[in-house]
């Protein structure tokens, strides 16, 4: 199988990131189990995210790790032994789609500022959640990379807090895991 990943800048680095999807056992312990699975083997995840499917004794995890084709396969491998795992699929970016929510606080006491924060959101087609007279709180959707952008665009502003979700995948078409 051919590497399919995506590159994520941050800073001064290009890191190359992976998208598993995860389909497991919904029950207590699970995601435990999981992540203690990547720390006992020194692996990080960079983002996850769970949810329960259609059928509620199953749920999805994306998992999105920083990881060389070899350790890869270690993580693939290892989750497979997993009594609660019932499928790992490495997901190909080309044919996936990833989506993140970020929720942000932002400085807005200076007029020109709220402005200029307003315009960035429109521009993400984002939401206002909250506007008080010395901040406001937005909600941007998109992929990881789009929101690594919006929040570069919002520094200068000045970011008082910033909450994402993780990264949420699915392939499209008829494949499926």
Request: charged share 25%; glycine share 6%.
């Amino acid at each position: 199988m051919p590497d399919r990943s995506f590159e994520r800048v941050t800073g001064s680095s290009t890191r190359t990131l992976h998208t598993l999807s995860v389909l497991v056992e919904n029950k207590p312990g699970v995601l435990f189990n999981v992540a203690n699975m990547f720390r006992r083997r020194g692996f990080n995840i960079d983002s996850i995210s769970v949810g329960a499917l259609v059928e509620p004794d199953l749920a999805r995890m994306t998992v999105v790790v920083d990881a060389d084709a070899k350790i890869l396969n270690q993580i693939v491998e290892q989750l497979s032994k997993m009594v609660d795992v019932v499928n790992v699929k490495r997901l190909d970016p080309v044919r996936t789609m990833m989506r993140e929510m970020l929720l942000i606080k932002v400085e807005s006491s200076d007029p020109m500022a709220r402005e200029e924060a307003l315009r960035h959101v429109n521009t993400y087609h984002g939401l206002i959640l909250n506007i008080e007279p010395d901040s406001l709180i937005a909600e941007v959707t998109g992929e990881p990379e789009t929101i690594d952008a919006f929040i570069e665009l919002m520094k200068p502003i000045g970011i008082m807090e910033i909450s994402r979700t993780g990264v949420t995948a699915l392939e499209k078409g008829r494949l499926k895991l």
